[in-house]
């Protein structure tokens, strides 16, 4: 929760979404507190949630995160929540369910049914930390990062119930599938050194949302690998703080937080 003496009748959330290539990873981790805290310092009402994990795991792992959305739209009273100004986030498997939840709301074959029926999973916006766009076209890298043109296998096949690289599925869970016009602001940061989700998966999501006339920022950073936060990558300060461009994002595109 926000840290401060100031009242405020109703404040703009973030749902938090934790990676770990959708078979691992827990809600409590490292990076999952320290986006979380910086959040809340900053007046955001930041929950960090956990979802369906390992094989078979999709599309149901979406399914939780957009009840993670619901839970808090639906609670928005006694939260202090302001149910129109709610985000989500998240970092590598994490950064690519964010995506799924902003750019497939109101989709129904991707919608939960339940327990908060009639309650929207849309969001405000989304921050993308390094996350797949496209399970068909991610590539191996070298070992600095940069992208070979080689295809990789676009994730654990077993998660999203395949038996090859080419099933129909991957189309349908890559986010770059279901941008559209209408789809909310996004702010893509990604490390150019990045051996794990190569940076080009960012680059073509930007290029698809700049296609489509969609609000966005793609930030890439030298030097830097998988798994950062807001500060730190590798225990080693990060070459640009990235808590004002993230609270800047929010401010703009979710409203001030104080």
Not at 6 to 17: D, F, G, K, N
Not at 236 to 256: E, I, N, Q, T, W
Request: net charge positive; hydrophobic share 35%; with cysteine.
């Amino acid at each position: 929760m926000p840290t401060g003496d100031e009242p405020v009748s109703r404040r703009p959330a973030v749902v938090w979404i934790h990676g770990g290539g959708w078979a691992g990873g827990k809600k409590t981790a490292a990076r999952e507190t320290n986006v979380c805290q910086a959040l809340a310092s900053a007046g955001y009402i930041c929950a960090s949630i956990d979802y369906k994990l390992g094989r078979g795991a999709w599309p149901q792992n979406l399914l939780d995160c957009k009840n993670g959305v619901r839970y808090l739209r639906a609670h928005a009273a006694e939260l202090g929540i302001d149910p129109d100004r709610i985000a989500v986030a998240g970092g590598s498997a994490g950064g690519h369910l964010a995506l799924m939840v902003g750019l497939t709301s109101g989709k129904s074959e991707l919608e939960p049914s339940s327990p908060y029926a009639g309650i929207s999973s849309s969001v405000s916006c989304v921050i993308d930390l390094y996350g797949i766009a496209n399970l068909l076209t991610r590539q191996e890298t070298e070992k600095d990062g940069t992208p070979t043109g080689r295809r990789r296998s676009g994730g654990p096949l077993s998660v999203f119930g395949a038996t090859s690289i080419d099933d129909d599925v991957f189309k349908a869970a890559s986010p770059v599938t279901h941008v559209s016009t209408k789809s909310p602001p996004i702010l893509i940061v990604h490390g150019r050194a990045d051996t794990t989700v190569d940076y080009g998966q960012s680059v073509e999501l930007a290029r698809v949302l700049q296609e489509r006339g969609v609000p966005h920022q793609l930030i890439l950073l030298d030097g830097v690998g998988h798994t950062f936060d807001l500060v730190t990558w590798n225990k080693r300060p990060l070459p640009r703080d990235l808590r004002p461009l993230v609270l800047a994002f929010l401010d703009k595109h979710s409203g001030p937080a104080r």
